[in-house]
């Protein structure tokens, strides 16, 4: 029943711009906290930011200042809003929804290249 469905990631080179969606299906996001999860080839899964129900929001050191993370609870979606990207930006990005039970989407790759 529930699904969390991540789109928007694709190849940009460095210094661009791109925002990630994760869209939720049989949960009420804003009653999660959730958070944006990378993993690079090779690597174990990181987190990159996440915000929580009482609308607090942490993100990790490497992508403070250049990442967004926010909530639109119309939509029940998660964005995350990737500016002056780099290189070591690359991998798979996930969102997740956690509480009593976790929940994961499938992920979305991102390619930062020239």
């Known amino acids: 029943q529930v699904q969390l469905v991540e789109s928007g990631g694709g190849l940009v080179q460095p210094g661009g711009s791109l925002r990630l969606s994760c869209t939720a299906s049989g949960i009420i996001f804003n009653i999660y906290a959730v958070g944006w999860y990378r993993q690079a080839t090779g690597k174990e899964r990181d987190l990159v930011a996440k915000?929580?129900?009482?609308?607090?929001?942490t993100y990790a050191d490497s992508v403070t200042g250049r990442f967004t993370i926010s909530r639109d609870s119309a939509k029940n979606t998660v964005y995350l809003q990737m500016n002056n990207v780099k290189p070591e930006d690359t991998g798979v990005y996930y969102c997740?929804?956690?509480?009593?039970?976790?929940?994961w989407g499938q992920g979305t790759q991102v390619t930062v290249s020239s």
């Open positions: 997740a929804a956690h509480r009593a039970s976790a929940y």
């Open positions: 915000i929580f129900a009482d609308d607090r929001i």
